[in-house]
């Protein structure tokens, strides 16, 4: 399928020249062929001009044609006609006397009867033009035909340049669309219908996706926040029935599933309440944030995790390190980044933190993932036997494509790597 | 202490509100914009705890509302939207904290207790319980005058444990008002049980029994007997 694709003008030029050229030629045969009969109809005036002569001179003195040069016409005397004479015609190439260049002469052989006598009569003419004129015809045409062309060329040039800029426009603005960007195309002004359609085509698929989403995204919202009251109060209730002294054991264990679990559905609830928060741009306190300070104070919350998992932490931080994103979200991404990190990691490996040159780097030791590292900040991807949401890393790649910043991972020798850069814009 | 609880969902405001009333607060509930309204109109509250999202007006307004009638009253703002404008907003208006739904029990309990000491302890900065003493100005625990050697992490479960004495604190209540975000329900909570053995370890040092006691491996309880 990887056929060559050409431009749409490219290809009406390419078919309107070939249409002209066969049109030229076309017309160039019919032209000859017109421009053929008239000369042949001179000559044929002139051989016939020239037959009325010899007729004359025949009448007067029929001997006087052994005097007359053979350029003018042959003339024999014959027993009979032969029949159907109404003139034969050949051409053939014969020396000029004069020019001594070789010309094309047309020789006419007819029959004529003077006094009772049959006479055979070859007269030759000069036919030169005739066949000039045919090549004249190809001489005109061609380099009409070829300025024709540079001429469409030159103008296709310029004026698709004016003529599908609103064309590109329009492209360009259907490529660097996102979805939940207000950005209309109804701006791009164009008085050509298809691209006026087209406008108004992509405009109108875009409103209907925008709603989709927006309702889609709504429903999330209320969802997650409707549920929060209820959750609440089981929460409250199972809370309540464990304070109590006279539980059984089992019984215990039973309220305390369900405590454990309505704990995992609230979190569920505020993950993707937080992810829909940063999609609708709620974080707008954008400002240059200093890293390190950030990562410290993360490090040192998050010291008893670390112990109990025997981790040693080696950081190189550049102090005057920042980002230009809402502090907020560093302080989620940095702690989500971390949390991943310490879950992961072996216990007793080392954890690595570094920032320089506008970067970010978490690295940990730990077990290879067990599913396709391209997937890893897909929602819902955990490794396995995690008890998480697996929402925190696709939380970080959220928050990092709302602060312009761009977010890698790899695998290498036993260690995760994952690497925060801001980007090139 | 009066407490004006503001919820539009009548079983958790009736939660709540019992959960105060045991623990010798006079609770009144009101469910809906109006109702809290009139009751700010005619009563005084010392403490007023206010769902944002309710049916009839938006929870915002009333903070300016009390803020007018009676500025004393302290102010605790739940939601169930862990939105970062109406935190702001609330903060600003006048409000002294924020919680977000749902919420443990016993992080509430912590915030209103910390809140109303805050405001009314009159510049005594002291619990005491028996024999136990917590400075909180200095950030300081003792028992019998004998000043308990804490980590900052074990002076702040031992205020937690004590604001919600006799009261089974759930190890993730726990780990979240220690760590807060920091924390998954699904990490380990080994680290929560050093904790209490070295804060247990201090205390039984100091010359007092066991306080703490492990509920159903659910959690733990702050057991002590007011004399």
């Given at each position: 399928?990887?056929k060559r694709k050409?431009?749409?003008?490219?290809k009406?030029?390419f078919y309107?020249?070939?249409?002209t050229?066969?049109f030229?030629?076309?017309?160039?045969?019919?032209?000859?062929k017109?421009?053929?009969?008239?000369m042949?109809n001179?000559l044929e005036?002139?051989?016939?001009?020239?037959?009325h002569?010899?007729?004359?001179?025949?009448e007067e003195?029929?001997?006087?044609f052994?005097?007359?040069s053979?350029s003018?016409?042959?003339v024999k005397?014959?027993?009979r006609?032969?029949?159907n004479?109404?003139?034969?015609?050949?051409?053939t190439?014969?020396?000029n006397?004069?020019?001594?260049?070789e010309n094309i002469?047309?020789?006419?052989v007819?029959?004529?009867?003077?006094?009772?006598?049959?006479?055979?009569?070859e007269?030759?003419?000069?036919?030169?033009?005739?066949?000039k004129?045919?090549?004249?015809v190809?001489h005109?045409v061609?380099p009409i035909?070829?300025l024709l062309?540079?001429?469409i060329?030159?103008?296709?040039y310029?004026l698709s340049?004016?003529?599908?800029?609103p064309?590109r426009?329009i492209l360009?603005?259907?490529?660097s669309y996102k979805?939940?960007?207000?950005?209309?195309?109804n701006?791009?002004k164009?008085s050509?219908?298809?691209?006026d359609?087209l406008?108004k085509l992509?405009?109108r698929m875009?409103?209907?996706?925008?709603?989709?989403?927006?309702q889609l995204?709504?429903y999330?919202?209320?969802m997650?926040?409707e549920?929060?009251t209820?959750?609440s109060?089981?929460?409250?209730?199972a809370?309540?029935?464990?304070?109590?002294?006279n539980?059984?054991p089992?019984?215990a264990?039973q309220?305390k599933?369900i405590?454990?679990?309505?704990?995992?559905?609230s979190?569920?609830?505020r993950a993707?309440?937080?992810?829909?928060q940063?999609?609708n741009?709620?974080?707008?306190?954008?400002?240059?944030?200093?890293t390190a300070p950030?990562i410290e104070?993360?490090?040192e919350k998050?010291?008893?995790?670390t112990e109990m998992?025997?981790l040693?932490i080696r950081?190189e931080?550049?102090?005057?390190?920042t980002?230009?994103?809402?502090?907020?979200?560093m302080?989620?991404?940095?702690?989500n980044?971390?949390?991943n990190?310490?879950?992961?990691?072996?216990?007793?490996s080392t954890?690595?933190?570094?920032?320089?040159?506008?970067?970010?780097?978490?690295?940990?030791q730990?077990p290879e993932?067990?599913f396709?590292?391209e997937?890893?900040?897909d929602?819902?991807?955990?490794?396995?036997g995690?008890?998480t949401?697996g929402?925190?890393l696709?939380?970080?790649?959220?928050?990092?494509?709302?602060s312009?910043?761009?977010?890698?991972y790899?695998?290498?020798e036993?260690?995760?790597?994952f690497?925060?850069?801001e980007t090139?814009? | 202490?009066k407490?004006l609880l503001?919820?539009?969902n009548?079983?958790?405001a009736?939660?709540?509100a019992g959960?105060?009333r045991e623990?010798?607060f006079v609770?009144e509930?009101?469910?809906?914009?109006?109702?809290?309204r009139e009751?700010i109109?005619v009563y005084?509250y010392?403490?007023?705890?206010l769902?944002?999202?309710?049916?009839?007006g938006?929870?915002?307004d009333?903070?300016a509302i009390?803020?007018?009638a009676?500025?004393e009253?302290a102010?605790l703002?739940?939601?169930?939207?862990?939105?970062?404008?109406?935190?702001?907003?609330?903060?600003?208006q006048?409000?002294d904290?924020?919680?977000?739904k749902?919420?443990?029990?016993a992080?509430l309990?912590?915030?209103?207790h910390?809140?109303l000491?805050?405001?009314?302890?009159g510049g005594s900065?002291?619990?005491?319980l028996?024999?136990l003493?917590?400075?909180?100005s200095?950030?300081?625990?003792?028992i019998?005058d004998q000043?308990?050697n804490?980590?900052?992490?074990e002076y702040?479960?031992l205020?937690?444990?004590v604001y919600?004495?006799?009261?089974l604190l759930?190890?993730?209540?726990?780990?979240?008002h220690?760590?807060?975000?920091h924390?998954?329900q699904?990490?380990?909570f080994d680290?929560i049980?050093n904790?209490?053995?070295?804060?247990?370890r201090?205390?039984?040092?100091?010359?007092?029994g066991?306080y703490i006691?492990?509920?159903y491996?659910?959690?733990?309880?702050?057991?002590?007997?007011?004399t």
């Amino acid at each position: 399928m990887s056929k060559r694709k050409f431009r749409l003008l490219s290809k009406v030029v390419f078919y309107y020249l070939l249409f002209t050229l066969l049109f030229f030629i076309i017309s160039a045969i019919v032209l000859q062929k017109e421009a053929n009969k008239h000369m042949h109809n001179i000559l044929e005036n002139r051989f016939e001009h020239r037959e009325h002569r010899i007729r004359h001179i025949l009448e007067e003195d029929p001997g006087k044609f052994t005097a007359i040069s053979s350029s003018f016409a042959e003339v024999k005397q014959v027993n009979r006609i032969p029949e159907n004479t109404t003139g034969s015609y050949s051409d053939t190439v014969m020396m000029n006397e004069y020019t001594q260049r070789e010309n094309i002469y047309r020789k006419k052989v007819t029959y004529m009867t003077v006094d009772g006598k049959h006479y055979k009569v070859e007269m030759t003419k000069e036919a030169d033009e005739l066949y000039k004129f045919r090549d004249d015809v190809f001489h005109i045409v061609l380099p009409i035909f070829l300025l024709l062309a540079l001429a469409i060329l030159v103008a296709n040039y310029l004026l698709s340049g004016i003529f599908f800029e609103p064309f590109r426009r329009i492209l360009r603005h259907m490529n660097s669309y996102k979805i939940g960007q207000p950005d209309s195309v109804n701006p791009i002004k164009t008085s050509t219908y298809e691209f006026d359609q087209l406008k108004k085509l992509f405009e109108r698929m875009r409103q209907r996706i925008e709603k989709d989403y927006s309702q889609l995204k709504e429903y999330t919202e209320n969802m997650s926040h409707e549920l929060q009251t209820p959750l609440s109060i089981i929460q409250n209730k199972a809370e309540s029935l464990i304070s109590h002294n006279n539980l059984n054991p089992q019984q215990a264990k039973q309220v305390k599933a369900i405590y454990e679990e309505t704990q995992q559905l609230s979190r569920l609830g505020r993950a993707l309440n937080l992810i829909t928060q940063i999609e609708n741009r709620e974080f707008q306190d954008i400002r240059e944030v200093k890293t390190a300070p950030a990562i410290e104070a993360h490090l040192e919350k998050i010291r008893e995790m670390t112990e109990m998992k025997d981790l040693e932490i080696r950081k190189e931080l550049d102090t005057a390190q920042t980002l230009t994103m809402d502090p907020g979200l560093m302080d989620i991404m940095i702690r989500n980044l971390l949390k991943n990190a310490i879950r992961y990691a072996d216990h007793g490996s080392t954890l690595w933190i570094m920032t320089a040159n506008g970067k970010m780097r978490f690295m940990n030791q730990g077990p290879e993932p067990d599913f396709d590292t391209e997937e890893i900040f897909d929602r819902f991807r955990k490794g396995r036997g995690q008890k998480t949401l697996g929402l925190g890393l696709s939380i970080v790649k959220k928050i990092c494509q709302v602060s312009g910043l761009n977010i890698t991972y790899d695998y290498q020798e036993g260690c995760h790597i994952f690497e925060v850069e801001e980007t090139a814009d | 202490m009066k407490l004006l609880l503001i919820e539009d969902n009548k079983q958790l405001a009736d939660d709540i509100a019992g959960f105060f009333r045991e623990n010798g607060f006079v609770a009144e509930e009101a469910y809906s914009f109006q109702q809290a309204r009139e009751k700010i109109g005619v009563y005084e509250y010392d403490m007023m705890i206010l769902d944002l999202g309710l049916p009839d007006g938006n929870g915002l307004d009333l903070v300016a509302i009390i803020k007018e009638a009676h500025p004393e009253t302290a102010i605790l703002i739940l939601t169930a939207k862990d939105s970062l404008d109406s935190k702001v907003t609330g903060l600003e208006q006048g409000a002294d904290d924020y919680l977000t739904k749902p919420f443990h029990k016993a992080e509430l309990n912590a915030r209103v207790h910390s809140i109303l000491r805050r405001k009314f302890s009159g510049g005594s900065h002291q619990i005491s319980l028996n024999e136990l003493t917590i400075d909180l100005s200095a950030r300081k625990a003792s028992i019998h005058d004998q000043v308990l050697n804490l980590t900052r992490k074990e002076y702040d479960l031992l205020l937690f444990l004590v604001y919600n004495k006799n009261r089974l604190l759930t190890k993730e209540s726990i780990a979240e008002h220690l760590w807060g975000d920091h924390i998954d329900q699904a990490d380990n909570f080994d680290f929560i049980y050093n904790h209490i053995k070295n804060l247990r370890r201090k205390i039984s040092r100091a010359g007092k029994g066991n306080y703490i006691r492990s509920m159903y491996g659910v959690g733990y309880k702050f057991v002590i007997e007011e004399t």
